[in-house]
Every structure is written in structure tokens, then in C-alpha cells.
């Protein structure tokens, strides 16, 4: 498989006198087509990983390449459209713009990388589908449920066809209906699409439709699990039982 990612060396820190380690020589690596996850306590430093690879937070030290190119070496103007072409983003906050219907939302993103004219409905329309939108395209975000909002976000996040979709607790504002839906149509991206989404998430059920789990401690990388073979409802338990143990000593997870 291809590699997407690769984070060498990570470093994150905050202050001069007494310096907090945000992130702690973190090394991973995301394979395309990979769905991840990462996972946390509040504090272990999981969003501003994200941040950083998001290119929105400058490391303090180390490595991030994607598809091959040194991120971390960029100046502001390529880094900017680096961000532009090849990242899609999803967070809590779906950010999307109020005067705009879902359907300009979503086709944004091409008209800022100068789709041709004719290109731009198919490929909404198209990608509205396979997140399920169709009969929200015509709606300001006023008039749609957090659910779709969030699923236009998602929308305008992969239709560009970015090499990496990074996603911040896409869920964190669902109610449980809604965002059982966002991540079957994240599934759905995944299989369909062959998208490459690193997702943080604190909830475990969120995190059960990924593929391989990661979880940090103290800015720094502890644990991993991998899904394999296992049912969605066994990878969950595992899920649990490795944030069960985030309350006491953990050194049986390292």
C-alpha cells in the first residue's frame, strides 16, 4: 500500500519557563485507504496532533510528511495551497457558510480550485449522494439538522479528492441517530471513495468504525489497536477496556 502519512519525530510544546509537551516525539504513519483513529484523555495532546498535521499548528520539532512531501519545510504561500488541494477538512463546527446553500457549500471547494463550469453539478451531485444530501442541496444551513450539516461538511471535504481527510470530534455535537449516520457515510467514504481519514474522537463507538486505533498519553504515543478480522461490537469492547485503563496505571498497555 501507499503511505499518506508520515510523522516522525513530532513535537508540540507551549511556554519558556515551565513548558508543556502538547505532543511528545510522536512517529506514526497512515497507509491510504486507511480509516484511523485517535484517542485521549483531554489533555494527551490528540488535537493539536491533528492541528499539526492540519498544517492550522506549527511543530516545534520534527517530521510530517504527506504523500512524500516534508509539510514542516514549506513556505506560506505553497503551504497554503498544500492545504488547499490536498487536505479535507471536517470538524465539530461544521464551519459552513450560512449565505450559502449546502449545494454552494459544497461546490466551493472546486470553484477555489478552478473545476471547469461543467464539472462542478455532476461532482456535487455525485458526492451529495453517496452522503446522502441530495434533498439538502437546494437548503441554507439554517434549514438543515446538525446531522446534515455535518454530512455537507464531509461533502465539501472529499470532493476535491484531498489525499488525506482529517476529521476533529465530527460527532462530538450528534445526538445518537445523527452521528451513527455521519459515520456510516464515513464508512461509506472510505469504501467507496478509498478516502484516507484520520479521525480524533473520546468516544469509543465513534471510534469502532476505524480501522486501527491510536492512543495517546501525555503528548506521546502509548497504545494501538488494530480491527482486523473483529465485529464492530468486539472491537468496541477492546476499544473500552484500553480507555478503562487510561483511569489508573497504565503501564500494562504500553
Not at 519558556?16 to 502538547?22: F, K, L, T
Not at 483531554?42 to 499548528?57: P, R
Not at 468516544?203 to 489497536?225: K, M, N, V
Request: charged share 25%; with cysteine.
Amino acid at each position: 500500500m501507499d503511505q499518506i502519512l508520515k510523522v516522525e519525530g513530532l513535537c508540540r510544546t507551549y511556554g519558556r519557563g515551565s513548558v508543556i509537551h502538547a505532543v511528545d516525539h510522536v512517529d506514526l504513519a497512515v497507509e491510504k485507504g486507511e480509516f484511523v483513529g485517535i484517542m485521549g484523555p483531554s489533555g494527551s495532546g490528540k488535537t493539536t496532533l491533528l492541528n499539526c498535521i492540519a498544517t492550522i499548528d506549527q511543530p516545534t520539532g520534527g517530521h510530517i510528511w504527506v504523500e512524500g512531501r516534508d509539510i514542516t519545510t514549506l513556505k506560506p504561500k505553497a503551504l497554503a495551497q498544500f492545504r488547499r488541494e490536498r487536505l479535507g477538512f471536517v470538524f465539530q463546527d461544521c464551519n459552513l457558510l450560512d449565505t450559502l446553500t449546502a449545494f454552494e457549500n459544497i461546490a466551493l471547494a472546486l470553484t477555489i480550485r478552478k473545476t471547469q463550469t461543467e464539472q462542478v453539478e455532476p461532482l456535487v451531485k455525485e458526492t451529495a449522494q453517496l452522503l446522502e444530501i441530495t434533498d439538502c442541496l437546494n437548503k441554507y444551513p439554517y434549514q438543515m439538522s446538525g446531522g446534515q450539516q455535518q454530512r455537507t461538511a464531509a461533502a465539501r471535504a472529499i470532493i476535491t479528492q484531498p489525499a488525506l481527510v482529517l476529521a476533529d470530534e465530527p460527532t462530538g455535537a450528534l445526538d445518537s441517530k445523527a452521528a451513527r449516520l455521519l459515520l456510516d457515510r464515513f464508512e461509506a467514504m472510505n469504501q467507496q471513495r478509498q478516502a484516507t481519514i484520520l479521525m480524533v474522537t473520546h468516544d469509543a463507538f465513534t471510534a469502532s468504525y476505524c480501522h486501527r486505533i491510536l492512543f495517546l498519553r501525555d503528548g506521546a504515543l502509548f497504545a494501538q489497536l488494530e480491527r482486523g478480522s473483529l465485529s464492530r461490537r468486539d472491537f468496541f469492547r477492546q476499544i473500552m477496556e484500553v480507555v478503562g485503563r487510561l483511569g489508573g496505571d497504565q503501564s500494562d498497555v504500553l
